[in-house]
């Protein structure tokens, strides 16, 4: 009988109808952002710790060497220079500054004897460039500049300038007082004319202005090597 009820029990169990589990609560999720606009930001935020720790290194080191290129830098904090004046090499190429990060080469403008900044838009050269009196090689190319500042002249220990493809329309009187420039490439700039101070140049060996609109070439060069 003990059995028979048990039986009669367990049918009663299977034919009575279960009760639905209860729904858990759904949290809310923002939708998921574009997967471009999330990759450029952690880019730039790995890029920048990447940075910083370079210099870190660099400074410890003492390197003369400092390298950041190509990293899509859009700023160049001043506390990362500090401390770098062992600094000789500066390679700032590819990146994306909005303006000419004169602040933070500050550190360096008495030493630095190779600077690189070229394929970064720069859309203007200020006149502190002036201030760069060790440097030997200046490479600028792939940026907007449409002018050059006077102070351009006072980098007398210039050795080679390179100032391809950008928007120069002419150059100023002052590079004629690079005396000691052996090279000077400006090709692809929509420039009419040389200045006449070209002839100072006495230690030029290469002239590079490529698809350049010259009208014409100064007799002063002739006075060029």
Not at 34 to 51: F, G, H, L
Request: with cysteine; net charge neutral.
């Amino acid at each position: 009988q003990e059995r028979a009820r048990q039986k009669q029990q367990q049918q009663q169990r299977e034919k009575t109808p279960k009760k639905a589990a209860a729904a858990e609560p759904q949290l809310y999720e923002p939708p998921p952002q574009p997967e471009s606009q999330v990759r450029v930001r952690t880019d730039t935020k790995r890029a920048e710790i990447e940075a910083e720790q370079r210099t870190v290194e660099a400074r410890m080191t003492r390197s003369e060497e400092l390298d950041l290129s190509m990293m899509g830098l859009q700023r160049l904090p001043f506390e990362w220079m500090m401390g770098l004046r062992a600094v000789r090499f500066m390679d700032l190429s590819f990146n994306h500054f909005n303006e000419w990060p004169a602040e933070a080469l500050a550190p360096h403008f008495d030493g630095l004897e190779m600077l690189i900044m070229g394929g970064c838009q720069l859309p203007s050269m200020p006149g502190s460039v002036g201030r760069f009196t060790a440097l030997k090689e200046l490479v600028l190319n792939g940026n907007r500049f449409s002018s050059l500042p006077d102070e351009i002249g006072a980098c007398k220990q210039l050795n080679k300038l390179n100032l391809s493809n950008n928007q120069l329309r002419s150059l100023p009187n002052s590079i004629g007082w690079l005396i000691r420039l052996e090279e000077l490439h400006v090709s692809g700039n929509p420039l009419g004319k040389l200045p006449d101070t070209i002839g100072n140049l006495r230690m030029l060996q290469v002239l590079d202005a490529n698809t350049c609109s010259l009208n014409a070439v100064p007799d002063e060069i002739v006075y060029c090597t």
